[in-house]
C-alpha cells in the first residue's frame, strides 16, 4: 500500500500559509542568521531550509494548478502572478545566501557523500549562475510563459454545432471518413493561423529576455547558460548532436516503415496531414473510455495487475482528489503531473477526449505519480528534485509496461493489439519530433537577435532532416511552417525536451528488461524511483538495471528490439 504522510513540521506553525512577503521573511532571516557549529547544528538547518522549500513550493504549485485549470479565472492568474512578480523574487536572494552558507560550511564536508553529492554538485551550479539583475526578468519568464497557455486555452473550434477545444477536435482526426477528417483538419489548422501573429510577438519577448539573463551570467548565448542551468553534469552539446544523428539514421527509417504500413492499411495514394491518425472506413477509432472517472477505473485496475503498490497509489489521489482529466474550454492545454512536495500527494492534469492517446497519456503521468510518491520519503525536499532524464523514464516505461495489461481497456482482443501498435508507433515517431525540437532550440539560442524569416527558414530544413518525406502538406505550407507553435516546451520551459528522447530510449531499455524478467524489471524500476536524485544519473539508469547511453551502435541496438516487436506484431 502507498502510505504516504504529510511532512511534519517542526519549524514554520502548522497553520502556516504563503501569503505575502512579510510573513516569509522572518523565517528565512533565521535560518540565514543561524550559527552552525556542528555537524548535528548543520542537519537541523538543513532539514529546516527542506521544509520552508516544501511549504513554498506546494503553495506555487497549487497556484499554478488552479490557473490551468482555468485560464479565465482572473483571481487565479493574479494569484500565481503574485506570487512570481511579488514573493519569488525576494526569496531567490535568500536562497542564494543559504545555498552559500552551506557551501561554506566545514561540516558540509562530513556529510555522506554517497546521499549528498548530486545535490551539492546542484547547490554549487546554483551559486556560480546566480545573478541578482536576473531575478526581475526571470520573474518576468515566468509571467510571460504561462501566457502560451492563455492564449492556447482560447482555441475552440465548431462542428456540427457543438464547440471544442483542439484537444477534443483532435479525436475526429481517427475517424474512417476521410472528408471529415480534413474538415477537421482544416478547422484546426485555421483556428491556430489566427493567433501566429500573437504567439511569434510572445515568443520574440521570451527570446530577448532569455538572451539577456545569459548575457548577465556571462554566457554568449541561452543554450550554453540553460545546460548549465539544467544541471546536465553528464552529458553534452555534443552528445545531443550525435542523438540527433542516431535518431536520423536509426530511428527514422522505421518510422517510415509505420507511415507506409498505415498508409496501405488505409489504402490512400497519396498520405495527407489529416491520415496520420487515421482508421481505414469500416474500422472504428479506438474508444477505451468514456469520461475521466472511468479513466481513472480502469487506469487503477491496469496498475494493479503490474504491481497493487501503483494501483494504491492512483486510489490515494483520487480519494484526495488530485485528478483533473477532462478538457473543457478555458482549460490550459497539455497534461502534467505536478508533484506537491509537502503532503506528497501528486496532482494530474490533462485534457481527455476519450481516445487512445488519453489512455497513454494517463499511463504516463501515472508513471510520474508513482515516482512521486516512491520518492517522498527521502528526508530532504532538494533530494526528491530528481532531473527529468530519470523522471521521464519513470513516465515512458510505465507505458510499455502496462501495455499488456490494457485489456482492461479493450476486451476485444484486435482492438487490444491496435491500441498496443498505436503505442509503439507513438514510441517511435516522437524520437524523430524530439530531435526536431531539440536541434531546433539550439539553432534559436545560439543565432539571438534572427529574424522571424530566418527563424521559419530553419525550422523547414530541420523539420525536413526528421520527416519521412511520404505525407503531401500541399495547401498547408505556411500552417506547416509554423508547427513548432503547437510545442508548449519552446514557450514555457526552454531546452526541456531532450530529456524525453533520453528517457524514452531508456524505456525501450526497461521494456527490454521487463520482457525477460518482469519482477526484477519492477523491483530495478521501483529502487531506482526511491533514490530521488541521490545518484548521479549513469548511476539511477544502472540501478534501474538499464545504460545511460545515446551512442549510435546503442540506439541502432534499441530499435532493432522495437522492429523484432513490430514483426512479432504482425508488421513486416
Known sequence: M????????????????????ESLQPYLDDLKARELNSKDALHQWMKDVSEVEAVIGEDAAWRQIKMTLDTTNKDYEEAFTYFVMEIEPKLKPYFFELNKKLLDCPYTNELDKDVYHPYLRSVKNAVELYREENVPLQAELSVLGQQFGVISGKMTVEHDGKEYTLQQAAKFLQEPDRELRESIFRKIAERRMQDIGELDELFNKLLKLRQQVAENAGFDNYRDYKFKALGRFDYTVEDCYAFHDAVREHILPLQKKLTEYRQKKLGVDI?????????????????????GAELSDKSIKVFDKLRPYFSSCLTTMTEMERLDLESRKGKAPGGYNCPLPETGVPFIFMNAAGTIGDL????????????SFLSHDLELSALKEYPMEIAELASMSMELFSMEHWDVFFTDKGELHRAQLEELERVISV?????????????????PGHSNEERTKAWLDILNEFSTGITDWSGFEEYRANLWQ?????????????EYGIAQLGAIAMWRQYRENKDQAIDNYMSALSKGYTQ???????????????????????????????????LK
Open 2 to 21: 502507498a502510505m504516504i504522510e504529510k511532512i511534519k513540521r517542526n519549524f514554520l506553525p502548522e497553520n502556516y500559509k504563503v501569503t505575502d512577503w
Open 271 to 291: 498520405m495527407r496531414p489529416w491520415d496520420g491518425s487515421a482508421e481505414p472506413v469500416g474500422v472504428q477509432p479506438l474508444k477505451p473510455f468514456e469520461t
Open 360 to 371: 497513454i497519456t494517463m499511463m504516463h503521468e501515472g508513471g510520474h505519480a508513482v515516482h
Open 431 to 447: 524520437l524523430p519530433w524530439i530531435a526536431t525540437i531539440d536541434k531546433y532550440q539550439h539553432w534559436l539560442y545560439t543565432n
Open 486 to 498: 503547437k510545442q508548449l516546451h519552446l514557450f514555457e520551459v526552454p531546452f526541456y525536451y531532450i
Open 536 to 570: 548521479t544519473l549513469p548511476q539511477l539508469y544502472e540501478t534501474a538495471g538499464i545504460k545511460f547511453n545515446f551512442s549510435s551502435d546503442y540506439v541502432s541496438e534499441l530499435g532493432n528490439f522495437v522492429n523484432e516487436r513490430l514483426v512479432e506484431m504482425g
